[in-house]
């Protein structure tokens, strides 16, 4: 209710009859909230581990919001990071064992809340749901001065949802291809009058196949948490999940005559199932608890605490390597692999900030620790042959575990890190370091051998960055990586560490507030080289095993483009040229030198644009679509075969209405048909074809 005005002056208001005084009406404050959800965040915590500016970040960041995975649909954490610079996806599988690709040519490891997850072996990934997500990191180059174990290329951190003030309630309702019914729920709120407690829960449930035939992948999440806010120095996150994933393998493991080139009975169906619907079973049960605790002990100077505790349980059985025996049928191997999996992860950090004249300095010191134990049974038997152009699936019989391997392994990680920030008149100086003290021991349960392992390494970075008064922000940044690695080859023998180098130098633009774009948009260009040496790689005469390669290095460039241009649009855009090649080997694997590794592609480009509508006051809608292309890839090593090049569509639609949200999303809308990827002549895959999905969603 507005106030009621005075009278104009010179005005005599009439009060004859007037027995009381006059009483002023009551003046109404109302508070109005919002939150933009955009493509660009503003700060990124993942990289530096403290709470710096993307702009000011000396390395190539990209922050993935909860907008960004709303708008592209992100069913999968494959799917999530598309369109980002340097990463590849091969192909985009939909594959529900886990995340498959590359970032500058390497193998990324996937952290929560900035501790690394179980990855020990492909089967035994610990899933990610981007359901569950607020928002992802990429963060490119070596991560090691501060985490340890990231790999040279990068590192996929994943943060995930948690309570807050004014909490958005979320129900949804998705349904599309491969006959997938979701149902998903994101609600919270506070339990105490002062907003003390919050709480907040989300929760998917889901049936659906893939695109193989017969393959399905179901799934159950929940993620509960409750935080405690005390008062503004203290911060206390308790964070939850459990998911449940019964499902099968879409990996192909077809020939390359007859996926990539034709035979004389042209090409294999896109969804050819190679394995065996009665026989190929992915089941995992994986439990997650921690929390994440923020206790500022004195202005300027806070204490900050991450924990988890994570427990896997896999079932894994599958068909592959196959070999030719003829141009028209295959021999097949049948694989059974079970196993469990317990990490306890431990961050603890102290930050300190302080200035002195016109230099501004933050000070990190902390300590981080994670203990693992897998156990992991394989064995392997006879698969009956199979026809490719008339396939007859006859019963397969049970591999015995002690067929192939029988093995526990145990291992911790000790790191004490330290980094110093300093600001002195819009130059940024980024100094960080780390000792790491490692020992693991694997245990042959079939013999008793026992193989220890112990590794400790010193990992730094150095990097420089200038901000100009124009937004431009140049940089050059050196870092070195060390990470080891659980396990034997196949006759027994302990994985060395791998240890690599990074140069990087770069330019960031995030434009003034004040420009005619605003600060909505960041524009990153950027060179590197990367050298790398003990990569893992599959054992060429041992398809179960690995083997370790000398060296790999890759060098390129890169660019990306984040954020909103005028008049309502999103864009997204990335471009990348790389070149990734093997430039040392073992016994083995001399033949390969000189050579890209299979899978990682020398250019990728992409470009996604979205345009949105203001129709009334409550009603709005938008459309928007991209595409993404990625270069050729070897098939083979050494190089025998080609794989290639893709170009793949997809668009977005939506409409708002009050508190209603529909939306379209399709991927490969041409349906174009082709292979995702070959690690050999005879294990290629197809990729998936034409895919839509709605979602209907309600929000308060």
Sequence with gaps: MAAEAPPPPGTRKNTTHRTSATVNPPVESILVRGRARTLLAGTGQAALKTATPLETTPQNLTVISRARMDMLNSRTLT??????????????????????????????????????????????????????????????????????SGQLGGIINAVSKRPTQHQTNIISVQGGSYARRQGAVDIGGSLDRQGHWLWR?????????????????????????????????????????????????????????????????????????????????????????????????????????NMRFAHMDVLYRTVAQPKLVNTDTISRTALLQSGNYNTTTLDTRSEWKDHFGSLHSTLLAGVDFRSDFMAERRGEGKAPNLSLYQPVYRAIAMPAYTSKRNYNT?????????????????????????????????????????????????????ALLYQSVWGVAPYVSYATSFSPQLGTTYDGTAFSPTRGRLLEAGIKYRPRKDSIFGDRFLLTLDVFTLKERNDLVQDPLHSSDKIQLGAQRTRGFETEFVGRLPYRIDLLASFTVQDPRITRGSAATRNQVGQRPVTVPSRMASFFVRR?????????????????????????????????????????????????????????????????????????????????????????
Excluded at 226 to 253: H, I, K, M, N, V
Excluded at 270 to 284: H, T
Excluded at 446 to 454: C, L, V
Excluded at 655 to 673: E, P, V
Aim: net charge positive.
């Design 79 to 148: 799917e999530a990071i598309r369109y980002s610079a340097g990463v590849s996806d091969y192909g985009g599988k939909d594959d529900p064992r886990g995340y498959f690709g590359t970032i500058r040519g390497f193998t990324p490891d996937i952290y929560l809340d900035g501790t690394r997850t179980p990855n020990a072996a492909t089967s035994q990934s610990f899933s990610i749901e981007p359901w569950g997500l607020e928002e992802m990191d990429i963060i490119r180059g070596s991560s090691s001065a501060l985490y340890g």
């Design 201 to 305: 829960f989300n929760g998917l449930i889901r049936k659906s196949g893939t695109f193989a035939h017969h393959i399905k992948n179901n799934g159950i999440y929940v993620a509960p948490s409750l935080r405690w806010q005390p008062s503004s120095r203290t911060d206390f996150t308790f964070l939850s999940s459990y998911e449940q994933l019964d499902a099968g393998s879409s990996s192909q493991f077809l020939p390359y005559v007859g996926t990539v080139v034709p035979t004389r009975h042209g090409y294999l169906p896109r969804n050819f199932l190679s394995g065996d619907r009665n026989f190929d079973v992915y089941s995992k049960r994986q439990l997650s608890v921690g929390y994440a605790l923020r206790q500022e002990l004195l202005p300027g100077w806070t204490l900050s605490q």
């Design 410 to 462: 145990t291992g911790t990680q000790t790191g004490l890190y330290g980094q110093e920030q300093a600001d002195w008149h819009r130059l940024f100086l980024t100094l960080s370091g780390r000792g790491d003290f490692t020992q693991s021991v694997q245990v042959d349960n079939s013999t008793g051998r026992r193989t220890p392992q112990k590794d400790n390494a010193f990992t730094g970075r150095a």
């Design 612 to 700: 949105n509508f203001i129709i009334t006051r409550t009603f709005s809608a938008g459309i928007g679509g991209g595409v993404r292309y990625t270069g050729t890839t070897a098939g083979a090593l050494p190089a025998t075969i080609i794989v290639p090049s893709q170009l793949v569509g997809d668009i977005e639609a939506h409409l708002d209405y009050q508190r209603w949200h529909l939306q379209l999303n399709g991927t490969n809308i041409a349906n174009s048909k082709y292979v995702s990827v070959c690690t050999n002549t005879t294990n290629c895959s197809y990729a998936p074809g034409r895919a839509l999905f709605g979602d209907l969603s309600y929000r308060w």
